[in-house]
């Protein structure tokens, strides 16, 4: 099975070149090549490579950017998703497109589960997912959205390798947001739920692949350092004393209720994802 990627050079699709590959013949595409912009250049790329599934992972995912650049957020996130479904459905392909926790408005008091319906939340960034969601699912029948959140991988960027950059020593105790709550995923985690997805072809519709149980921004914090070895004090802080351009949902938490309703394999514990993660990118 050929499966190609697109924005295979991000985080994600560095991950998935490198855990799928021994399974699946995986050609990953990205800029300037494969932009997925111009609905000429994917026919091209897509005809050159004739894959059987495409994993479209390229986006514009720099949320705090989305507020002030808004065309150009909806120019990837929702147009340039539509140009890779459109693509997909012209050329017979089956697409899983990869998507976000932001979709929500973030406000619910439990895990949102697959059937719980998206608004495209509070920010340009969610809203223009929600957009190339929308657009997946109309013009390409044979389509998994996989939905995750909270997400690192090797070589970030991520909150790992931020919170592991701040704890050099110089700061006695960091503040660390404790009222947000989500599941931190390890692309890794992803590949291998995705690795289930792609070995049932019939499989279609909307999938949660974040890690399982739950925490906040500082629990997460107080899990790296752990890990790591590092005696790092966290202090637990409000949303309101780190104001940012988009605001961050209150609630990340997924559920993963399709996954099981399709007889798949439950995602990892989160701590049990970071802790293999952090082994092979922060050996002690
Ligand atoms: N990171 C997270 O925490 C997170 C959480 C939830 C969901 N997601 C979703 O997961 C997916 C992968 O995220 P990621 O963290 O791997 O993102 P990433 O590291 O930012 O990778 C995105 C890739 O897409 C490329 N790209 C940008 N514009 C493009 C275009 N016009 N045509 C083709 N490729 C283009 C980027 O290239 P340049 O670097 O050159 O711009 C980059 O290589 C995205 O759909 C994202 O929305 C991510």
Redesign the pocket.
């Known amino acids: 099975m050929k499966v190609l990627l ?8 560095r991950t998935l070149v490198r855990e799928l590959g021994g399974d699946f013949e995986v050609v990953s595409t ?2 300037p090549e ?4 111009d609905e000429d250049a994917i026919d091209a790329v897509f005809a050159r490579h004739a894959p059987d599934v495409v994993i ?6 720099a949320v705090d950017r989305c507020e002030t650049e808004r065309d150009m957020a909806f120019r ?2 929702a147009r ?1 998703t539509a140009n890779v479904a459109a693509a997909c459905a012209r050329q017979g392909v089956r697409l899983i497109a ?5 979709v929500f408005e973030g406000d619910a008091d439990r895990p949102y589960a697959e059937f719980d319906r998206p608004t495209g939340g509070r920010t340009v960034y969610g809203q223009s ?1 929600f957009a190339g969601e929308e657009a997946v699912r109309s013009l390409c029948p044979n389509h998994v959205i996989a ?5 690192y ?1 090797a070589g970030g960027p ?1 909150f790992v390798h931020a919170m592991m950059n701040l704890a050099d020593g110089s700061r006695p105790v960091l503040k660390v947001v404790a009222d947000q709550h989500g599941n931190p995923t390890s692309t890794v985690a992803v590949a291998q739920a995705l690795r289930g997805i792609l070995r049932r072809p019939n499989l279609c519709g909307t999938f949660h692949l974040t890690c399982e149980s739950e925490t906040t921004w500082a629990g997460f914090a107080k899990e790296i350092f752990r890990l790591a070895g590092r005696t790092q004090a966290v202090q637990p802080c409000t949303t309101d004393e780190f104001p940012r351009p988009a605001p961050r949902p209150k609630n990340s938490r997924l559920e993963k209720m399709a996954l099981r309703l399709a007889g798949l394999p439950p995602m990892p514990h989160w701590k049990d994802a970071l802790a293999a993660f952090m082994a092979a990118e922060f050996p002690l």
């Open positions: 697109t924005g295979g050079k991000g985080m994600l699709g990205d800029l494969a932009d997925i912009t479209h992972c390229a986006a514009m995912t990837l996130n340039g990869i998507s976000t926790d932001y997912k939905r995750i959140s909270w997400l991988g991520s």
